[in-house]
């Protein structure tokens, strides 16, 4: 079943066309790997996908229905997911907090419920600590729980947004470049938890240049151009598909 | 969260309770009746605690939600003016519709409320720093249209013959009075305290921190960012605006001079020096800039030989100091946390 399409997406910023007519799907527990050289349009997608930039034409579909300019907190409820390419972990706040936050349905982000301590309110922060306490634990950030989410090294922020996504309990994540400025045995380790999470159900769109990790862990890659999809297939297809390697070589 | 926070009080209860024993204590025929050299050093504690009101909402919205408000006392002064133009009595030169008290109290702080509704729909799904531009403006424009508007207002000499509630209540002269009021004003802060802080101590604050730190992450993570910082907007316009009413209705007269940029200026300095985002530390700084000022007095009354105009402008300069002492030495506050600093801030 289609989990995600993407039909003809068009986004300019001004006379830069970024996004030029995309189109494609993502079907249901499938890793999809997106590629493409620098300025393809592959974030600007990701931005229009997830809500955070408004598309000037084209339509987005998720679990079979049109979201096309829904709310990124919309989305996120939904079950559609993000991250993003520069870590963005709320480094005033711990990184318990980051994991706790997005909780969703909590009755105590409510004004009245929060003022009345409620029994709902508690009982729900309970539930949430030990879903954060085992996806830090997941993450091997069990014992940073109590830190601020500044102090972490870039790897162990990577690590934080993947926790921090997956509290929401998605269908689809999002990730971009989640291999990107981390070591090698971090990026096993980050390609091994998303495989487990691939077989526990969840559907992956990885935006990554990082081409060897990648294509050892994708189905399908869709590859982009100048804003438009190029190619689409298993990867070792892709990878030997002439117009793709023109466009990696500069042609 | 300091040390300060932690204490065992549940501040909303004895707030509450503390509320609730004042009112009671305005219906008895029993008053305190402090000496007469008290009364400045009481009056100043009128207006402190008239001022915790506004600063709590400030916090609210600045110290934990990152909004930066810059007009806090434009909603104060349309909550004051509301109450006043509509209970006024024959007001000299003004309009006055002579209404009872409660109704002054409800259309002021909804009056209030709806100023921060159309600031907050106009600007929050704006970039930052036009709420900060917009608010300021709105202040300058609250202040011009009292001046302009004097056959409505009474312009400078502003609206006399305003009931006065509490007062009125409490029997045993001025000093009495004064005393009630800081009571009743004073277990209303107390108990804005008590549920602001648990709102702040929440999951709910847990989401305004984060608004703070990254409203678009925030947004992306399933929260609808602009009800949460309209809401909050809301809730301080509204504490802001119920000071503006309580400060009418203890004076029994709205005047401009209630509601300059002093009260902006006097409300920011005290919650960058606590510390913005301590609940409590804010209250403390307010405590220091509103000690200054009895403090200069104090002096003034000793050393008779030093006009007040001076005494007023070396207070100026030493709480400019403090300030920039804060700034340079603890950018985050006496009490603040700089772990939780923004960054660019």
Redesign the interface.
Known sequence: MTLLDVDGLRRSFGRLVAVDGASFEVREGEIVGMIGPNGAGKTTLFDCVSGILRSDAGTVSFDGRDVTGAAPHELARRGLVRTFQQTRELTTMSVEENVLLPTPDHPGERAVHAVARTGAHRERERAARERATDLLETFDLGSMAEEYAGNLSGGQRKLLELARALMLDPKLLLLDEPFAGVNPTLTANIAASIESLNEDGLTLLIIEHELETLTGLVDRLVVLADGRVLATGPPDQVMEDERVIDAYLGG | MSRLERLPVDA?GVGLALFVLSVLFLYSPLFVSPPGWTFFVLELGVLFVVYVLILIGLNLQFGHTGLTNFGPVAFFAVGGYTAALLTARDPYGAVGLGMPWPVGLGVGVLAAVGLGALVGAATLRLRDDFLAIVTLAVAEIVHGLIETFRTVTGGPIGLQNVPRPIPDMTGGGGGAEIVSTILVVGSLALLAYG?FH??TA??????L??I???E??????????FRYKF?VLI?GSALAGLAGVLYVFYNGAASPLFFTIDVTVTVWIGMLIGGAGSDRGVIGGLAIIMGFRLLTRLLNQELPFVGQDQFASARILLVGLLLMLVIRYRPEGIWGDA?????ES
Do not use: H, I
């Open positions: 909303t549920v648990r709102l929440s999951p709910y604050g847990r989401v921190r984060a703070r730190a990254d678009q992450v925030t947004e992306t993570l399933g929260k609808r960012v809401m809730y772990r939780e600093r923004r960054a």
